[in-house]
């Protein structure tokens, strides 16, 4: 069984910056696609950050320019370095995988995943 275990959240002044990891436990696909996706009180699970398993990434306009998703080498481990961290960005953060072929476009939408972990608070004070 696989398990997703997201740390790194925290408190930070706006302007600050923060680094997130989520690191997998358990056998998984040898084709695998992760995800950054944030939840704000009273809003929807938005994606904001996406790796193919092939090294490409993409981001929500809301992030571009101040996330960067990357992973180590073995694949068990993504990050989300997050810069220029304003109020706006105040959410649980979850890390979320699944098999690059069930994921398809749809790299950014919640209902792609399976595998999520079980957040991470980050909260930025203006």
């Known amino acids: 069984q696989v398990q997703l275990v997201e740390s790194g959240g925290g408190s930070v002044q706006a302007g600050g910056s923060l680094r997130l990891s989520c690191a997998r436990f358990?056998?998984?696909?040898?084709?695998?696609?992760m995800a950054w996706f944030r939840q704000a009180p009273g809003k929807e699970r938005e994606g904001v950050a996406f790796?193919?398993?092939?090294?490409?990434?993409q981001y929500a306009d809301s992030v571009k320019g101040r996330f960067t998703v990357s992973r180590d080498n073995a694949k068990t481990t993504l990050y989300l370095q997050m810069n220029s961290l304003s109020p706006e960005d105040t959410a649980m953060y979850y890390c979320?995988?699944?098999?690059?072929?069930?994921?398809?476009?749809?790299?950014?939408?919640?209902?792609?995943?399976?595998?999520w972990g079980q957040g991470t608070q980050v909260t930025v004070s203006s």
């Open positions: 358990g056998y998984f696909y040898s084709n695998n696609c």
């Open positions: 790796i193919h398993d092939d090294g490409s990434t």
């Open positions: 979320a995988a699944e098999n690059c072929g069930r994921v398809g476009r749809q790299i950014l939408s919640q209902r792609a995943y399976s595998y």
